[in-house]
């Protein structure tokens, strides 16, 4: 069975930190980049870290600086450490891989980070 489990998210005072673990199942990590993207009701969903699976990072301006991706192939398991969180950064956040050789996107369930000010 192929799939991605989200774990982490939670209510967390502004200044604070949370990290997400995206843990896959079924699939060659290794050969998968991995991402991070997070949606409100509000907005559009906005694609916030990438690692490459040569471990290449790319961050969303919005969160540079607070927010680092990285990845841990012997546990199948990408993270996302979020500091200096702001009330801005609530959403629902959701793991992606993707894999030329698979030829589709796999997706978490996602898992809910409030930010209360």
């Known amino acids: 069975q192929v799939h991605l489990v989200e774990s982490g998210g939670g209510l967390v005072q502004a200044g604070g930190s949370l990290r997400l673990s995206c843990s896959a199942v079924?699939?060659?990590?290794?050969?998968?980049?991995m991402g991070w993207y997070r949606q409100t009701p509000r907005k559009q969903r906005e694609l916030v870290a990438v690692?490459?699976?040569?471990?290449?990072?790319n961050i969303a301006d919005s969160v540079k600086g607070r927010f680092t991706v990285s990845r841990d192939n012997a546990k199948n398991t990408v993270y996302l450490q979020m500091n200096s969180l702001i009330p801005e950064d609530t959403a629902v956040y959701y793991c992606y891989a993707r894999a030329a050789y698979r030829g589709y996107d796999l997706w978490g369930q996602g898992t809910q980070v409030t930010v209360s000010s």
């Open positions: 690692i490459t699976s040569g471990g290449s990072t």
């Open positions: 079924g699939i060659v990590f290794r050969a998968n980049d």
